[in-house]
């Protein structure tokens, strides 16, 4: 009886420490600053993109919010993917150069502060909240939304700041 | 302390307009099978072999879709502060040029000097051929765009930067919107790799074609030995040599040589170079002019020609100033 129980014991503990340990993965995930989740939905309309984009929330106000600044910070450090049937074609990140968040962590930490200059750069194309929404788990909802990203004018403001380097840079 | 810092304003103002590159100019065409394919063409018998060239100004003056996809272009690059020449302005251009060269006359009745060669180069060119392509296909009721977008080096002919793909097929949408769909959406994509290849030029310096020939009058080839500090060095060398020691990091490559000619490419020379201590713009012209003067010096006292093909190919043609 006394083998039994302590098996039990066992196996809880270990499924314990199982998701204990998947809660940390998805937390370090959450945090990472190479996480998006993004999906290029059709051309926009001249100088914006019009994207998906899934942000992670307590509220699924939250999560749109997460997921607006996800969009533009998408649209900086990495750049859209091509749409999935091939109509839209990949779009490039504004800040190449890796080194340059770094450099100038001051400006973006202001920027993509709460109500930050980001969110001149970004609008939900939709009325009220999405209805794409799945609560991971307990305390967190993921919302995807759909944003119409200003790409060329979050790029001039960029280039502006000597962010990124303009076409014509050099020349 | 005003015209202190007036004087200071206006330095730095002519060390950042000496400071600048020499840009290159970038021109939309309509590529081959775009122009045959609309009937826009010249077919002509080239020694027996029926040849075919694209007609451009009756690819201009006929068809508006593709005048719709260079606009659209056009107004992303002008965005971009790269505006692009306009092919059809550049066409005008040159007929217009040639008639007014021929109309000129001085008070003693003089024309304009004008070599066959000047004649030949009256044509609409640029440094950056942007081959375009675009075809308006059907499946069914339903009609998509196909855009083939390739940015080509006049002078060396690599392509440089691409962008291409099929877009999404509608039965409702016209023709025009789905033509302005596809560049808007490729251009980013392209432009990302034209600023790729820019940013490559500044790191490692501009590829461009250098040609070496010899006039029928020079009384030497490249296998001629001149005395030099290290022995009797054959001309050859002698002009790879001073490549190693002048291109940026030593890069270019002999792909073709004879005992009447050598053809440089790949070479990459410096975007700037000092003059007067200011940095000035280096194009190919000046960087051969530097070698025509280090032949002209001695122990080699040899006589050459430069010839310029554009700002990113030129001739030095040895025997004759």
Redesign the interface.
Known sequence: MKKILSLIMLAVIAVCVNAQSKNKVRKIEYNSAYNYEVVSLSVGVDGTKLVKVYGYGRKPEDAVRNAKELGVACALFRGFPAGADGSVATTPAIVKDPSEPAKHQDYFNKFFATGGQYLQYVNASSDGMPTDRVKVNKKTYKVGVTLSIAYDELRKEMERQGIARALNSGF | MKKIILLTMSALMCASTFG?????TIMVVPSDRYCVERGCSITYNDNGTETTLPDYKKTMQNDSDIRLVISKMSGIMS????PLKDLEQELRNASQESAETKLISGADGGSIAESPIDVLKRTAKADIILDLDVTVNKRGPKKYVTFILNAIDAYTGKNIAS?S????PSSSAAPDLLLE?AV???M??F??R??NH??DM?ANGREVKVMIKMFNSADMTFSETFPTEDGDIELGDIIEDWMADNCVSGRFSLSDASDNFQKYEQVRIP?MYKRNGRDRAMDTKTFVTNLKKHLAEAPYLIDSKVYVRGLGEAWLIIGEN
Do not use: V, Y
């Open positions: 600048q590159a020499k840009k290159p965005d971009r502060n790269f962008s793909g099929a877009g999404r769909e808007l959406s490729h980013d994509e432009i990302g034209l600023q820019f940013d500044f975007m």
